[in-house]
């Protein structure tokens, strides 16, 4: 499946994340739910604690006031589970959600073309879906290569 095209409807999704529900992971996120009040960076990843996420999620930490600055929420996603991320967040410090795309494993990131499913986790890519749902700015990245967040910072300013 190819990656999703800039102008298309994002996919809803309701995943479990690493915020809590009854003090437990799992806290239900809908992308629906931020329709009309602000754009969203997914921030799509492989693996909790691998090198290069451990540093790209560290760089949404530090960026995250001029990410939120710009009227958009951020979201990690991978095929760990809300545990797993709740952990992850918690060693890095991190205030914003990580969504499991557990089970079924990669079904949310497959239906924005990022399911790697020879390799079983998700592809390295920033997808911004603005206030209305459509996708307006899509970069894919190599595996090992982490994510330029003073591109995706230019591309949230141009959503004004």
Request: aromatic residues 8%; hydrophobic residues 40%.
């Amino acid at each position: 499946m190819a990656i999703i095209q800039v102008g298309a409807d994002a996919p809803d999704f309701d995943l479990p994340s690493s915020e809590l529900d009854n003090g437990k992971p799992g806290k239900k996120i809908k992308l629906s739910d931020y329709r009309g009040k602000q754009a969203v960076v997914l921030a799509f990843y492989p693996l909790d604690f691998s090198p290069t996420c451990t540093g790209e999620m560290q760089c949404f930490r530090d960026d995250l006031s001029s990410l939120e600055g710009a009227n958009a929420a951020v979201l990690g996603v991978s095929v760990d589970s809300s545990w797993t991320h709740a952990a992850f967040k918690r060693e890095l410090g991190l205030t914003f959600p990580l969504l499991a795309d557990f089970h079924p494993k990669g079904s949310m990131a497959e239906k924005y073309g990022l399911y790697l499913a020879e390799k079983g986790f998700t592809g390295r890519a920033t997808v911004i879906v603005d206030k209305s749902g459509k996708v307006a700015w899509v970069k894919e990245q190599g595996l090992g290569e982490a994510r330029d967040n003073k591109a995706i910072i230019a591309a949230l300013a141009a959503l004004k």
